[in-house]
């Protein structure tokens, strides 16, 4: 159902960004909680994983 793949343990929607930890902090000090601060998911690729105000995990990444 949509809501149980809305609540999934996986980011549905990931966000491009040229800029991860600018836009983390920027996020972060307007109340957006975050799971984790930006993480390597490979050599040059970072990701950060948040919630939208429903409870959906969404992500960041600066992964083109």
Request: proline share 5%; glycine share 4%; with cysteine.
């Amino acid at each position: 159902t949509v809501d149980r793949r809305s609540k999934s343990d996986c980011p549905i929607i990931v966000f491009k960004t040229n800029n991860i930890e600018q836009k983390y902090h920027e996020l972060k000090t307007k109340g957006v909680k975050f799971h984790n601060t930006p993480y390597d998911v490979v050599p040059g690729i970072r990701a950060a994983e948040f919630m939208d105000y429903e409870g959906n995990k969404l992500a960041m990444s600066n992964a083109d």
